[in-house]
């Protein structure tokens, strides 16, 4: 039978994207895609590259101070939202842009507009036009997840936080995640009063203890109101903004409350179940380490399948795919050792076992030091940052590696390679100082602060 298509990619983030791609341009298959949103998807519209925008924005406050020490005449003159939000949608626009070519480029054929699944071999256009492809591609990512609170719509979602029509003045943060951290963050550092509720003991639940600990401290430093074992149990309007009722007895008032309480594969309506496809618990589409789904024709990757929620991963799947099936190379991409960052302030980069993960899995030697750069030491302030790796006893190899810092991210992912080629702590110590930098406390920690 001949089909329209070779390929039908339901989502144009980046998993799609990808996947689209190098099908197409590539391998020379014939590809559509469909879109309903902005093309690039939560990425690029809704997610990590506006947010890390808004990051750089709001670290200036502590720079323009930092400078100061360091004999500089300035002074912040106040941070204009407006003006802030007019660039970043220029610059949204302009990468949306970017992707939309990238993809007419390599001859995939776009449709802007929601695609559902009709069968194993059809899809259907909101607009009611159907294609015939030999395989379809989900990839829809998720949407942001909000409790049934009462109350619940008058909270927002890290959607809409890139639209503010001004920043509040006083915010909270529920949830204790990637999300609600960053978002902490960045909004004490655009100047707003933030407090941030956690249901459970400690932010950041699932990284290393220590290191989460240092990264709550600093944000505790900044004078950001967190709350852990608290939970907001409904929300009101007042006169002047939102009643939060929480489980620790409080009512505050804020002028803007943000959920960022997980988020959940976006699979409904899509006619999943109707192909005789069992989603997860959370509508997680279940896959194979090809990304292959229980019907042969349809695959699925990136957040919709809900293994690892990382733009990284969902590319890396989505190009996997595409040489699995129009390659002729099967591959399957390796979740085992992906690092990561949490861009709060410091930063957190993270990759391989937390301490408590890996002294479950085996006998182990934890290098740990805690330090004030001589950057910021300079200018007067006690931050400190964070440097650990976890060494197995057996083996030797570098199990895990934690970085609280600024700029952890970027050092995180060069000490991912490492790890990935089985370092030793030897092949660490090996390496010689880059002087003076905060990473060469990597190949310097000499004796164990502990064994377990
Ligand atoms: P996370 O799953 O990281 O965190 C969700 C938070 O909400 C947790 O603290 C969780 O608590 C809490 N929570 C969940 N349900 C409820 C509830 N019913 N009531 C109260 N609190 C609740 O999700 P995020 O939304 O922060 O991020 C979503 C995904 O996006 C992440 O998985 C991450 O992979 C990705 N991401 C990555 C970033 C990066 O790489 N820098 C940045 C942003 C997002 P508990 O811990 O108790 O379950």
Same mark, same amino acid.
């Not at 159907?130 to 942001?144: M, N, Q, R, S, Y």
């Not at 639940?205 to 290393?208: H, T, Y």
């Not at 409904?268 to 005789?276: F, I, Q, T, V, W």
């Given at each position: 039978m001949?089909?329209?298509?070779?390929?039908?990619v339901?989502?144009?983030?980046?998993?799609?994207?990808?996947a689209?791609?190098?099908a197409?341009?590539?391998?020379?298959?014939k590809?559509?895609?469909a879109?309903?949103?902005?093309?690039?998807?939560?990425?690029?519209i809704?997610?990590?590259?506006?947010?890390?925008?808004?990051v750089?924005?709001?670290?200036?406050p502590?720079?323009?101070?930092?400078?100061?020490?360091?004999?500089?005449?300035?002074?912040?003159?106040?941070?204009?939202?407006t003006?802030?939000?007019?660039r970043?949608?220029?610059?949204?626009?302009?990468?949306e842009?970017?992707?939309?070519n990238?993809?007419?480029?390599?001859?995939?054929?776009?449709h802007?507009?929601?695609?559902?699944i009709?069968?194993?071999h059809?899809?259907?256009?909101?607009?009611?036009v159907?294609?015939?492809?030999?395989?379809?591609?989900?990839?829809?990512?998720?949407?942001?997840f909000?409790?049934?609170?009462?109350?619940?719509?008058?909270a927002?979602?890290?959607?809409e936080?890139f639209h503010?029509?001004?920043l509040?003045?006083?915010?909270?943060?529920?949830?204790?995640?990637y999300?609600?951290?960053?978002?902490?963050? @960045?909004?004490?550092?655009?100047?707003v009063e933030v407090?941030?509720?956690y249901?459970g003991?400690?932010?950041l639940?699932?990284?290393?203890d220590?290191?989460?600990?240092?990264?709550a401290?600093?944000m505790r430093?900044?004078?950001i109101d967190?709350?852990?074992?608290?939970?907001?149990?409904?929300?009101e309007?007042?006169d002047?903004?939102?009643?939060?009722?929480?489980t620790?007895g409080?009512?505050?008032?804020?002028d803007?409350?943000?959920?960022?309480?997980?988020?959940?594969?976006?699979t409904?309506?899509?006619?999943?179940?109707?192909?005789?496809l069992t989603?997860?618990?959370?509508?997680?589409?279940?896959?194979?380490r090809?990304?292959?789904?229980?019907v042969?024709s349809?695959?699925?990757?990136?957040?919709?399948?809900?293994?690892?929620?990382?733009?990284?991963?969902?590319?890396?799947?989505?190009?996997?795919?595409?040489?699995?099936?129009?390659?002729?190379?099967?591959?399957?991409?390796?979740?085992?050792?992906?690092?990561?960052?949490?861009?709060?302030?410091?930063?957190m980069?993270?990759?391989?076992?937390?301490?408590?993960?890996a002294?479950?899995?085996?006998?182990?030697?934890?290098?740990?030091?805690a330090?004030?750069?001589?950057?910021?030491?300079?200018?007067?302030?006690?931050?400190?940052?964070?440097?650990?790796?976890?060494?197995?006893?057996?083996?030797?190899?570098?199990l895990?590696c934690?970085i609280v810092?600024p700029e952890?991210?970027?050092?995180?992912q060069?000490?991912?390679i490492? @790890?990935?080629?089985?370092?030793?702590?030897?092949?660490?110590?090996r390496?010689?100082?880059?002087h003076?930098t905060?990473?060469e406390?990597?190949?310097?920690?000499r004796k164990?602060?502990?064994?377990?």
């Open positions: 001949a089909f329209d298509y070779d390929l039908f339901i989502g144009g983030g980046s998993g799609g994207v990808r689209a791609r190098i197409s341009g590539e391998h020379g298959a590809v559509g895609l879109e309903e949103s902005r093309m690039g998807g939560t990425c690029v809704r997610g990590c590259v506006p947010k890390k925008l808004m750089f924005a709001s670290a200036y502590e720079a323009i101070a930092e400078a100061r020490e360091y004999g500089w005449d300035v002074t912040s003159g106040g941070f204009d939202w003006h802030f939000r007019t970043l949608e220029t610059e949204l626009d302009r990468l842009g970017a992707y939309r990238t993809l007419q480029n390599a001859g995939v054929v776009i802007d507009e929601r695609a559902v009709v069968d194993a059809r899809v259907r256009l909101a607009s009611g159907e294609f015939t492809t030999k395989h379809i591609l989900v990839a829809t990512g998720g949407w942001p909000v409790p049934e609170i009462p109350g619940r719509d008058l927002i979602t890290s959607n936080m503010l029509p001004a509040p003045r006083r915010a909270l943060v529920v949830g204790g995640g999300i609600a951290s960053e978002f902490a963050c @960045i909004l004490k550092g655009l100047g407090s941030q509720f249901r003991a400690q932010i639940r699932g990284f290393d220590e290191a989460r600990g240092h990264v401290n600093a430093a900044q004078g967190i709350h852990c074992g608290t939970d907001v149990m409904r929300l309007r007042t002047a903004g939102i009643r939060a009722v929480a620790d409080t009512e505050r008032e804020f803007l409350v943000l959920y960022a309480t997980g988020r959940r594969p976006n409904a309506g899509l006619g999943l179940e109707a192909l005789g989603l997860g618990r959370n509508g997680e589409i279940p896959v194979d090809f990304s292959q789904t229980a042969p349809v695959f699925a990757v990136g957040d919709v399948t809900g293994r690892v929620n990382l733009t990284p991963v969902a590319i890396r799947e989505g190009h996997a795919f595409a040489d699995t099936v129009f390659g002729g190379k099967p591959t399957a991409f390796d979740h085992g050792l992906v690092a990561s960052a949490i861009f709060t302030q410091p930063e980069g993270s990759v391989g076992l937390s301490e408590e993960a002294r479950d899995q085996e006998p182990i030697e934890v290098y740990s030091t330090f004030r750069p001589i950057r910021t030491l300079f200018a007067g302030k006690q931050d400190r940052v964070l440097m650990k790796l976890i060494v197995s006893q057996a083996s030797r190899k570098v895990g934690h810092a952890a991210g970027e050092m995180i060069l000490a991912a490492a @790890i990935g080629l089985g370092a030793t702590k030897e092949d660490f110590d390496t010689c100082a880059v003076p905060m990473a406390e990597l190949v310097t920690m164990p602060t502990r064994t377990a």
